[in-house]
T-cell receptor, first 115, second 117 residues
């Protein structure tokens, strides 16, 4: 069965510092990995995805993520955090063995960026 | 272009009642999925529909059902509501084609906040 773990409930970082939000996954086939962000009382917004190819993927708002197959991880990163990055971040995975029709989300990590 | 629209935005129901939630996908998107997000948790997958057929189902009881219409809009129905069904229900659409669905990101609506009392 596919699963996603986000080991940190909350990440605190000072504005201007680099940030990392961690994600590990488990699938039986090939993983298709996604990051989404959720602002209060809003739906989820897509940030970036890894399907195949280059392990470092770049997305919206300066975010990037690195796929590591051996560690089954897909950590979200940003070189310089902004206060406006404060939000709830979700990692999600689809499993090629289920045809990609079932998306499993992690529990989420709340990011606080302090000015 | 309009994004994914969901109605109603908020809803209060009594235990035992039935509820229908509606979703209109982005124009051109043929795939719709439904999620339940309980406060403090990540979205839990309920259903995935593509071309009016159910393509995926999460671990939810039979009280939950859905359908997709010829115009690709969708309804989620929940019967015999329980207090534990109180949650934000999210609908997402994607281009999605069989064999290529996994590649496409989902676009989410703002959700329907269901409160069961």
């Amino acid at each position: 069965a596919q699963s996603v773990a986000q080991p940190e409930d909350q990440v605190n970082v000072a504005e201007g510092n680099p940030l990392t939000v961690k994600c590990t996954y488990s699938v039986s086939g090939n993983p298709y990995l996604f990051w989404y962000v959720q602002y209060p009382n809003r739906g989820l917004q897509f940030l970036l995805k890894y399907i195949t190819g280059d392990n470092l993927v770049k997305g919206s708002y300066g975010f990037e993520a690195e796929f590591n197959k051996s560690q089954t991880s897909f950590h979200l990163k940003k070189p310089s955090a902004l206060v406006s990055d404060s939000a709830l971040y979700f990692c999600a995975v689809r499993d090629s063995n289920t045809g990609g029709f079932k998306t499993i989300f992690g529990a989420g990590t709340r990011l606080f960026v302090k000015a | 272009d309009a994004g994914v629209t969901q109605s109603p935005t908020h809803l209060i129901k009594t235990r035992g009642q039935h509820v229908t939630l509606r979703c209109s996908p982005i124009s051109g998107h043929k795939s719709v999925s439904w999620y339940q997000q309980v406060l403090g948790q990540g979205p839990q997958f309920i259903f995935q529909y593509y071309e009016k057929e159910e393509r995926g189902r999460g671990n939810f009881p039979d009280r939950f059902s859905a359908r997709q219409f010829p115009n690709y809009s969708s309804e989620l129905n929940v019967n015999a509501l329980l207090l534990g069904d109180s949650a934000l229900y999210l609908c997402a659409s994607s281009h999605g084609q069989v064999g290529h669905h996994a590649n496409t990101e989902a676009f989410f609506g703002q959700g329907t906040r269901l409160t069961v009392v």
